[in-house]
């Protein structure tokens, strides 16, 4: 079974400081993973995704997030945070061989401080 | 845009009420998926469809009835629904049920009164 737990699910940050959102994953085979961001109002949208290649994934709008297998996690990281990046933030899981049953987690909401 | 589109975006009904969400990708992909999503909670897989055909169904109950005409159009039946079910419900798709991929449409907000 696969799980996904993000640590906080609140994050604020001041303008042009670094955002750093943390992603465990619980998985007993190689997974797919992914962030995926979500505006007011709006359907989840992808931000990147890991599929076995590289372990460092570049996203859209800056973002980006390093798979580390010993350590279980695909933290989303930017170096410098916009006031447009203000959204809710979700991780989520697949196995590979089953890719119809994605593991989301609770969410970490992204406040950007003026 | 993300080419998955969902209608109604805000509906409101009594407990015994029938009403029905639709979801239309344009995307041509072949599997479909209702997911709810509830404040504080990760998102729940309510459905899943490829090619038409139902893969998936994580013990929902029988008050929602999906139905997959094509692998363009989803829709979720609603009948007799509880407060507990209001919720945004949120309809993707993928290139097929194995990708690891998923496109939202922007949701239906349900309101059960």
């Known amino acids: 079974a696969q799980s996904v737990t993000q640590l906080g699910s609140h994050v604020s940050v001041s303008e042009g400081a670094l955002v750093l959102l943390r992603c465990n994953y619980s998985?007993?085979?190689?997974?797919?993973l992914f962030w995926y961001v979500q505006y007011p109002n709006q359907g989840l949208q992808l931000l990147l995704k890991?599929?076995?290649?590289?372990?460092l994934v570049k996203g859209i709008n800056g973002f980006e997030a390093e798979f580390k297998k010993s350590e279980t996690s695909f933290h989303l990281t930017k170096p410098s945070a916009h006031m447009s990046d203000a959204a809710e933030y979700f991780c989520?899981?697949?196995?590979?061989?089953?890719?119809?049953?994605?593991?989301f987690g609770t969410g970490t909401s992204l406040t950007v401080i003026p | 845009e993300t080419g998955v589109t969902q209608t109604p975006r805000h509906l409101v009904m009594g407990m015994t009420n029938k009403k029905s969400l639709k979801c239309e990708q344009h995307?041509?992909?072949?599997?479909m998926y209702w997911y709810k999503q509830s404040a504080k909670k990760p998102l729940e897989l309510m459905f899943v469809?490829?090619?038409?055909?139902?893969?998936e169904n994580n013990s929902v109950p029988s008050r929602f009835s999906p139905e997959c005409p094509n692998s363009s159009h989803l829709f979720l039946h609603l009948h007799t629904l509880q407060p507990e079910d209001s919720a945004l419900y949120l309809c993707?798709?993928?290139?097929?049920?194995?990708?690891?991929?998923?496109?939202f449409g922007e949701g239906s907000r349900l309101t059960v009164l």
């Open positions: 993707a798709s993928s290139r097929d049920s194995y990708t690891g991929e998923l496109f």
């Open positions: 998985s007993s085979v190689p997974p797919y």
């Open positions: 890991y599929t076995s290649a590289a372990t």
């Open positions: 989520a899981v697949s196995d590979r061989r089953t890719g119809n049953q994605f593991y």
């Open positions: 995307l041509g992909h072949n599997a």
């Open positions: 469809y490829s090619l038409e055909e139902r893969v």
